[in-house]
């Protein structure tokens, strides 16, 4: 069974600084994908970043980053240098990708709230 | 583009009555998705169309809560009877493809949800 950990419910970082969020996940399958998604306070979902399973660098895009580190299930999120409108929610996710090709289970886990301070 | 739309965008219900929800998904999307997020909590996938057909439903409570996407493209879900406990925000996404490990097939565009209060 899918689990995704994310074990800090608020964090707080200065404007510009750098930030990690936290995310562990769980799976006995070879094959998967980790995502984080952004939902500010209007609800809406965004797709930051994803990391395949095979990757063998961490991604990138633009201030967000992952640290994949397989051994330890983890999939954090670094965003640097914080700007005020990165304040939101923060969910990491994970889909398995059975031998049938379709992802089963899209799973999500329970989210941080960063807060940015000017 | 258009991204993908929901609607309505606030419902109040009582218990026990019915309600349905409709998303139209980013055009040329095969795969749609529907989400349960209760408030505080992830969300939750209840149900998964590839094209019209369903590709998991493995978490929707199916004594009361149904979808359709009969011509592979909108879709709708209802739930009947409501319950106080099914008060959340009903997200509806879509991708390109679910079937490929491709990153464009798989990232998901969200919808900007329905948030019901059942009371």
């Known amino acids: 069974a899918q689990k995704i950990t994310q074990t800090q419910p608020g964090m707080f970082v200065q404007e510009k600084e750098a930030v990690t969020l936290d995310c562990t996940y769980d799976t006995s399958d070879p094959s998967y994908g980790l995502f984080w998604y952004k939902q500010p306070s209007s609800g809406e979902m965004i797709f930051l970043i994803y990391q395949g399973s095979y990757d063998q660098q961490n991604a990138t895009e633009g201030r967000y980053s992952l640290n994949f580190q397989k051994a330890r299930k983890s999939a954090n999120l670094v965003i640097s240098a914080s700007q005020l409108g990165d304040s939101a929610m923060y969910f990491c996710?994970?889909?398995?990708?059975?031998?049938?090709?379709?992802?089963?289970?899209?799973?999500f886990g329970p989210g941080t709230r960063l807060s940015v301070l000017p | 583009e258009a991204g993908v739309a929901q609607s309505p965008r606030y419902k109040i219900i009582e218990k026990r009555q019915s309600v349905a929800f409709w998303c139209n998904p980013i055009s040329g999307h095969a795969t749609l998705y529907w989400y349960q997020q209760i408030l505080g909590q992830g969300p939750k996938l209840l149900i998964q169309f590839q094209n019209n057909g369903v590709v998991d439903d493995s978490q929707l409570p199916k004594d009361r809560f149904s979808a359709e996407r009969l011509k592979g493209v909108d879709s709708t879900l209802k739930i009947q009877p409501a319950k106080l406990e099914d008060s959340a925000v009903y997200l509806c996404?879509?991708?390109?493809?679910?079937?490929?490990?491709?990153?464009?097939?798989?990232?998901?565009?969200f919808g900007p949800g329905t948030r019901l209060t059942v009371t």
């Open positions: 996710a994970m889909r398995e990708f059975p031998a049938d090709n379709y992802g089963q289970n899209f799973v």
């Open positions: 996404a879509s991708s390109l493809s679910g079937a490929s490990r491709d990153k464009s097939s798989y990232e998901q565009y």
